[in-house]
């Protein structure tokens, strides 16, 4: 048998490399027709979800509805040749609107640059592979977080829903100022807000209640099918459409009862590098101000960003029965926001309305992302006179229907009986988001990590009196336990110290130590012989008994189980005598029973064996 081609080895590793780092190499050489004609399917429909959604999303940002488009197709265009799950689509959404009016304070200079930082932040991170960072980000807190979410939103929308002008954009000042002016509502936009928040819901009910498209079916009812099903799935597109059109009628009349969206320029973006200083009337902003005013938004929007879009690409991975690479997701949404931020975007990051209608047309590849990115480019070449005629109102009553679906009611019920401890990030986060964003998501993160942090500074140990005081610690024990296990052995120990006593640390559960818990346990066996009682370890893992040898410490015995560490405190073996330690080289070192030590010896000093830092095992050679 011929042996393998070492350069055949090489070229095969760099291929799989490259199709590593360029996933579209991975699926382009199948594609076929029949993927085409559902990839130009789903592509379309999702396009006419994406549009009139980041007209809306713009709003929510605080910035001129334009800059929803620009953000809506370079993400299409780049996830299709670096994206790892075919479902997923990237561009404006809620929570990312959200986040960048609070730390973008509505400046399209800002938000752009922001856009560009997060990029770079992200495909470093994909880049030294920290995706891992986004698990210390727990369910609670993310839940807690969303569902303040959806409800500053939706309350944000209000304003436009009844046609008011001027209402501050922090939230408790908001619901003054609205419920204050309500007597200011103008019918128009109210109705017609009203009337499109019904249409939305009752095709969004009838789109969930649709069964599966019949295929044997007469063309008759195919056709209906079809076009019942086109309604539901394009419904933002319908809704908007249809409020456009009311209001050029009142137009061409020559009265307007809407507030409308207004002139937006008409174009494609130019492609220049973002802004990294801004004029102000009163001076120029430096780049060093500028991200000093961004502050904590240069970690919250990168980290939810990623944080979103691989929540969602791994729900519809499972879904569908394909594996993602979160790192080379984080390098997708890096570069989409750098080159992103070259056409005046604002931070994107995955949508799961548009994945879900996506997954539900049947898509077949990221090379429906590219239909989708044409029909924004389109939309902003030539329809942009159009939009002057949509009625905020009615952009109003899409991110309403967006967002509602995003509190979750049911946590808190499902927290109370599950784990009620977890109640407390949650609320944390949820309350405080209504002050500040970043507040909230903050605090969030800290209360999760002190809950996390708290069983390993305060771990679980039993304490039984078998004769002997055996003492069970539950995990692994590191520096912020110690003094609680010496206090816990001691109060223990010491209580029953008026007859004989030996104290038996069993440490089967514990699977690693640090030096800050070796040095804790010195002090203790000095503590305990001072009132007269022997410490015996029992149970040790491999790892854990090789430091504690390395640390050699004074009077150290380790038996293999606690009924044997009773039995030679019962027939009072001293502290420190050889039979212990001569047994652990036997047992826990793994030596031969023919076996000699090499590169050191054992030495009996002073009641106390003292080994060298490194032992070596070896069979003896006859």
Request: glycine share 8%.
């Amino acid at each position: 048998m011929p042996a393998p081609d070492p350069q055949d080895a090489g070229r095969c590793c760099s291929r799989r490399t490259v199709q590593k780092r360029l996933p579209i190499l991975s699926w382009l050489p199948r594609y076929s027709l029949a993927w085409l004609q559902l990839d130009l399917i789903a592509g379309a429909t999702v396009g006419l979800t994406v549009v009139p959604q980041a007209l809306a999303y713009a709003e929510v940002a605080g910035l001129p509805v334009q800059y929803g488009l620009y953000s809506s197709f370079m993400g299409c265009f780049v996830y299709c040749f670096l994206g790892t799950a075919k479902d997923v689509t990237l561009g404006p959404t809620a929570i990312m609107s959200l986040l960048v009016s609070s730390y973008a304070f509505h400046d399209p200079v800002y938000a752009v640059l922001l856009a560009f930082l997060s990029g770079c932040i992200q495909l470093a991170m994909g880049l030294l592979r920290l995706g891992f960072l986004l698990d210390f980000i727990s369910c609670p807190v993310i839940k807690g977080f969303t569902s303040a979410a959806s409800i500053t939103i939706s309350f944000n929308q209000v304003k436009n829903i009844l046609g008011l002008q001027g209402i501050p954009r922090q939230f408790f000042l908001q619901v003054y100022q609205t419920l204050r002016r309500i007597g200011e509502t103008r019918a128009g936009d109210a109705i017609l807000g009203l009337v499109c928040l019904v249409a939305l819901t009752g095709l969004g009910a009838m789109k969930s209640r649709l069964p599966r498209a019949p295929s044997v079916e007469p063309l008759s009812t195919r056709v209906s099918y079809l076009i019942v099903w086109i309604s539901a799935t394009a419904r933002n597109a319908l809704v908007v459409l249809f409020a456009g059109l009311v209001a050029y009628s009142f137009q061409v009349m020559g009265s307007q009862p809407f507030t409308l969206t207004g002139k937006i320029p008409q174009g494609l973006p130019a492609f220049q590098l973002p802004l990294f200083s801004e004029v102000a009337p009163n001076g120029t902003v430096p780049f060093s101000r500028m991200v000093q005013d961004m502050g904590a938004g240069l970690a919250v929007v990168p980290l939810m960003g990623l944080l979103e879009t691989i929540a969602i690409a791994k729900a519809f991975a499972s879904q569908n029965d394909y594996r993602i690479d979160p790192n080379q997701e984080l390098l997708a949404m890096g570069i989409t926001n750098i080159l992103g931020s070259f056409v005046s975007s604002y931070p994107v990051t995955g949508s799961f309305g548009r994945t879900a209608v996506n997954a539900q047309t049947g898509v077949c590849t990221p090379a429906g992302g590219l239909v989708t990115g044409a029909l924004v480019l389109l939309s902003l070449a030539y329809l942009t006179s159009f939009f002057y005629y949509i009625p905020k109102a009615a952009l109003a009553a899409v991110i309403i229907c967006a967002v509602v679906p995003m509190f979750d009611a049911g946590i808190f019920r499902t927290l109370w009986r599950v784990k009620r401890l977890d109640l407390v990030p949650l609320s944390v986060t949820f309350l405080l988001c209504f002050w500040e964003v970043q507040y909230g998501i903050v605090a969030g993160v800290l209360v999760s990590g002190v809950l996390l942090l708290y069983p390993i500074a305060r771990p679980p140990i039993k304490v039984s009196d078998r004769g002997e005081l055996l003492v069970q610690p539950g995990s692994s024990l590191h520096f912020p336990a110690i003094e609680y296990l010496r206090d816990t052995v001691c109060r223990h120990a010491l209580a029953a110290a008026s007859s004989p006593c030996s104290v038996i640390l069993d440490c089967r559960h514990i699977s690693s130590i640090d030096y800050t818990v070796v040095v804790g346990l010195a002090d203790l066996l000095q503590e305990l012989r001072k009132e007269g009682l022997s410490l015996a370890f029992c149970d040790l893992q491999e790892n854990v008994l090789q430091v504690l040898l390395s640390a050699d410490l004074e009077e150290f015995q380790h038996f293999t189980s606690w009924q044997e560490a009773a039995r030679q405190s019962g027939a009072g073996e001293q502290p420190g005598r050889a039979a212990p330690l001569r047994r652990e080289l036997a047992t826990g070192l793994g030596a031969h029973p023919a076996g000699r030590l090499r590169r050191g010896r054992v030495s009996l000093k002073q009641g106390r064996f003292r080994l060298p830092r490194r032992v070596e095992v070896l069979p003896c050679c006859g």
